[in-house]
């Protein structure tokens, strides 16, 4: 079944929560609504869920208007935030009572419980009370609470948000592996952006209340639209500064750490502010005292700086540099075995691409997003 | 070796001369083992030995064997279910529509439906009868406009009593139920809507069960309360009951035999009690959903012609629960009044008595609940922080004698204390009985749980980590507990501390079994001069205890907000 929203609008006491909300999400489709927290994306779930109307705008189920349509009318499982399961009844009935209130004949209520517990790893805590489960496990019942009615859309409300590091990254690939199983609509509700790259077929961002783009997790990340999904999806350094000269998609920018060729995204106009948006793995790092790097005729842009802070995180090794203009970039090296560590302090001389630097014109009404702090 | 150096060495070596806790905590133990365990073991003791100290169970085979017993003990348990009935339907409702509703005058009614608490059961009654009784206003209007021969009975017998009872308790839950339906997650509710369980379904199905441990604890001390309350009854001349024979066997001192079984009757209180609340325990175990509520369920307009019904609901439910204050005043401020609704004179002289001629009642009051909670707050709040903060052996005992003084009637532990105390006590030597200090003490043993409970809850609230991040930068363990501890926990010490005010000013039980002339308090003398014909004193009495209690009341409700469901839960809450 597929979901559509049309320019919907919901108030909140005045207050805008959604503005405009547009989406179409597939029959099939794992799609995620991404944001920071306040963002709406709880709120668009909440009207496609049907425990919103609309102020303005339509959902539709396939050809179908949901306006004013309850909830359980709609063919819909939700799986809370915090899992909602009633802690006076046991697992059984926890995922029974759906099937108990639309008066499935008991031995099928028994035979669809069972089915759907096993769908979740859950055979044989048919007896215990929620209380007595892990938080891995009451998320699990939460999911067979609202697959047991074979829904025709899944909705997840940050349903791995209160578990810890190791339970959420395996339920992830659970929930991810049960949708393509059961090839259901699901649409996904989180603020964490690796969770949304991981999971989904495509993914909204949205913040105060609007989608800001739209598209696959790699066209998100490679291809930021606005300055927001850049800072919000994976690591930027941003550097602000001034076109000085911008054509065919090709722009400089003079920042106070110097002059950056770029990209344009959008339209760059000479003598406006701008930002440049560089990914930590796009930059490449040399010691400063040798002499100019031999591939470096690929590499638009070099800068001057000097070695801050040296991280191993494991696959990856990154290096803060301080360069001009008191900005701070973030380096990543992703073959560690092959790098020899650079002490803090080290002169170093940063590259990178122009094609692998963004530029987006400043939005003046939000200069105090991304980008001022350098990082 | 640095002066700095030095400093805190002898620093270090002041702290290392802490007080072990077992031997600070040990006067604690002994005050609950001389004036709790003791006086419940003589009450048992004493109902179960002959004049001469044998070991008999002659007193219970006489209670059990007297028909008249058996069927006081019925009617008692009858009054007792009834009130939960009554209070459980009218506090239901009210819990619920103040939770999920907006309606016209939302907020004066919550606030007004916790009132009826304020005033002891005794005031209520009476304050009842000048409305209601004989010659009240209702019977005086029907007869004079109506031209009714003959006065309805509104009020004496079981229906009275019920009806005192059920106005004066339903706040009890009412603030349980609205304490427990504030807790429930609004998307455990949303959950059961998305599977097609709506409305009344989804309310008997998911919500309900939600807040039942709240209602139960709720419901308990309800049942303990009216079960054990003797005055109430009496004024209505009802005597049939168990608490009501406690007390006339006790009172009157000519026949050895009858004290002996108002002795038996005390105990058997006493154990009562403890099963009701045992069985409420059972009841609740397993069920403490006491889940983190992310996200409250929102209030809703009242749809349709519910917006005019709800306040009306609460119109008359407060109406009648503030009858007994329209009566009480009346009469406080009447001269001569009789059959007339309203008196014809009014005067200041009844109130002129009570608080300049003989101010006695008040000042007692004031002076013995006052030392009272002082005890309280000495007792309480240590045991509150022992059962919070340490590890200590016998903590669970300790909870278990805070549960159980919750729940012990008033008779029982007055009548308690006349057999242990009448004697000169052991080492000391002295016969509390004859003392005054036993009237703060008792009130201080009976009203200390409350305390006790807000202390436990305050560190519970306050976590440990703060304590240790102010230890880890020097702090001594005086300093934290003054610096960190204490101005973070004292609103809810203080909020406990009110309520034992509150209901030491209301207790009619335990005091009323133990004062001698000169020592008599506010509930006493209106019990007194009540049943002594001298009505206008009673009710100046009954108005100034209003005029108290309610004081008391505001002051609890600045500190706390509406939140004070949880300190009347008798069981799990």
Redesign the interface.
């Known amino acids: 079944m597929d979901v559509r929203l049309t320019d919907v609008v919901k108030r909140f006491k005045g207050v805008q929560a959604l503005d405009g909300v547009s989406v179409h999400v597939a029959e099939g489709e794992f799609f995620t609504l991404l944001g920071p927290s306040g963002c709406g994306k709880t709120s668009t779930l909440r009207v496609i869920a049907g425990f919103y109307d609309p102020d303005e705008g339509t959902v539709h189920f396939g050809d179908t208007l949901m306006l004013g349509v309850p909830p359980a009318e709609r063919g819909i499982g939700i799986v809370f935030q915090n899992y909602a399961l009633w802690p006076h009844m046991t697992v059984h009935e926890n995922v029974a009572y759906g099937l108990k209130i639309q008066h499935v004949a008991p031995v099928d209520i028994g035979r669809r419980v069972a089915a759907s517990l096993r769908q979740v790893g859950l055979e044989g805590l048919e007896g215990r009370a929620p209380g007595q489960l892990s938080g891995g496990q009451q998320q699990r019942v939460a999911v067979a609470r609202a697959l047991v009615l074979n829904p025709r859309v899944l909705l997840l409300d940050e349903p791995l948000s209160n578990l810890d590091a190791k339970v959420r990254a395996r339920l992830r690939s659970e929930i991810r592996r049960l949708q393509q199983e059961l090839r259901i609509t699901t649409i996904y509700v989180t603020h964490d952006q690796e969770e949304a790259l991981v999971l989904s077929d495509r993914i909204a961002v949205m913040d105060a209340g609007r989608i800001q783009q739209v598209g696959p997790p790699g066209e998100l990340y490679e291809r930021p639209a606005s300055l927001f999904v850049a800072d919000f999806i994976g690591t930027n350094n941003f550097l602000s500064g001034t076109v000085v000269d911008a054509s065919a998609g090709y722009a400089i920018i003079r920042t106070p750490s110097g002059d950056i060729r770029g990209t344009g995204r959008g339209e760059i106009r000479p003598g406006t502010r701008a930002t440049t948006a560089v990914r930590p793995e796009n930059v490449e790092l040399f010691d400063g005292s040798e002499s100019p790097p031999a591939g470096g005729s690929a590499l638009q842009n070099h800068l001057r700086g000097r070695v801050v802070l040296f991280q191993f995180m494991g696959s990856v090794l990154r290096y803060e540099v301080e360069i001009a203009g008191n900005a701070v970039m973030k380096i990543d090296i992703h073959d560690p075995k092959r790098h020899r560590p650079l002490a803090p302090g080290t002169e170093v001389v940063l590259g990178f691409a122009a094609n692998a630097a963004a530029v987006y014109s400043a939005d003046p009404s939000r200069t105090d997003r991304p980008g001022a702090a350098g990082a | 070796m640095s002066p700095a150096v030095a400093a805190s060495q002898t620093r270090a070596g002041l702290r290392r001369l802490r007080i072990p806790a077992a031997v600070w905590v040990a006067p604690l133990w002994v005050f609950l083992l001389v004036f709790i365990v003791y006086p419940l073991f003589r009450l048992f003791i004493d109902a179960l030995q002959t004049e001469e100290g044998a070991f008999t169970l002659s007193h219970v085979i006489s209670f059990a064997g007297d028909a008249f017993y058996r069927k006081a003990l019925v009617h008692s348990l009858a009054v007792s279910v009834g009130t939960v009935a009554g209070t459980a339907i009218l506090g239901f409702l009210a819990a619920f529509v103040l939770v999920r509703y907006e309606f016209p005058g939302r907020p004066v009614f919550s606030y007004l439906t916790i009132i009826p608490i304020i005033t002891p059961p005794l005031v209520g009654i009476m304050g009842l009868v000048f409305v209601l009784g004989r010659a009240g206003t209702v019977n005086v209007l029907l007869q004079d406009y109506l031209g009714l021969a003959k006065p309805v009975n509104f009020i004496y017998g079981w229906h009275g009593v019920l009806l005192a009872m059920i106005l004066h308790y339903f706040p009890l839950i009412t603030l349980n139920v609205v304490d427990g339906l504030s807790k429930v ?1 609004a ?2 509710e ?9 409305g009344l ?1 989804r309310t008997l ?2 919500t309900l ?2 807040v ?1 441990p709240g209602f139960i604890s709720g419901a308990t001390l309800v049942f303990i309360l009216s079960f054990a309350d003797f005055a109430t009854p009496l004024v209505v001349g009802v005597q049939d009951l168990i608490a009501s024979q406690a007390y006339l066997n006790i009172v009157q001192f000519i026949d050895r035999r009858l004290f002996r079984m108002g002795i038996t009757i005390g105990a058997l209180m006493a154990v009562l009690a403890v099963v009701f609340l045992l069985v409420a325990r059972h009841l609740v175990s ?2 403490d ?1 006491a ?2 509520s ?1 996200r409250a369920v929102e209030r809703r307009p009242a749809p349709g012609v519910w917006r005019m019904l709800i306040p009306a609901y609460f119109t008359v439910l407060l109406t009648l629960a503030f009858l007994p204050y329209f009566g009480v005043t009346m009469a406080a401020f009447g001269r001569a009044w009789s059959l007339t609704p309203i008196p014809t004179r009014f005067t200041l002289d009844h109130l002129n008595t009570v608080l300049h001629l003989t101010p006695v009642y008040v000042v007692n009051s004031l002076w013995f609940s006052g030392l009272a909670v002082l005890i309280i707050l000495t007792v309480g709040v240590p045991i509150g922080w022992v059962l919070a903060r340490t590890t200590l052996p016998g903590r669970g005992l300790l909870d278990a004698l805070v549960v159980l003084v919750l729940a012990l009637p008033g008779t029982a532990l007055g009548i308690a204390y006349i057999r242990a105390f009448h004697g000169p006590l052991p080492v000391v030597g002295l016969t509390l009985t004859r003392i005054w200090v036993i009237m703060p003490l008792v009130l201080a043993v009976r009203r200390m749980p409350y305390t006790v409970r807000a202390t436990f809850a305050s560190l519970l609230g306050l976590h440990r980590s703060m304590e240790e991040s102010a230890a880890s930068v020097g702090a001594s363990g005086l300093r934290t507990f003054f610096d960190i501890s204490l101005p973070l926990m004292w609103r809810g010490v203080l909020a406990g501390a009110l309520f034992s005010l509150l209901f030491a000013l209301q207790e009619a039980a335990a005091t009323i079994f133990l004062f001698l002339p000169g020592w008599e308090t506010m509930t006493v003398g209106i019990f007194t001069f009540y049943t002594s014909g001298t009505i206008g004193q009673a009710a100046a009495l009954g108005f100034v205890l209003i005029l108290l209690c309610a004081g008391t009341l505001y002051a609890l409700y600045r500190l706390t907000g509406a939140r004070m469901g949880g300190l009347f839960g008798s069981g799990g809450g």
């Open positions: 997650d998307s455990l949303e959950a059961a809507e998305s599977v097609g369980s709506r379904r199905d998911i069960p939600l039942m397993g069920r959903y889940v983190l992310y």
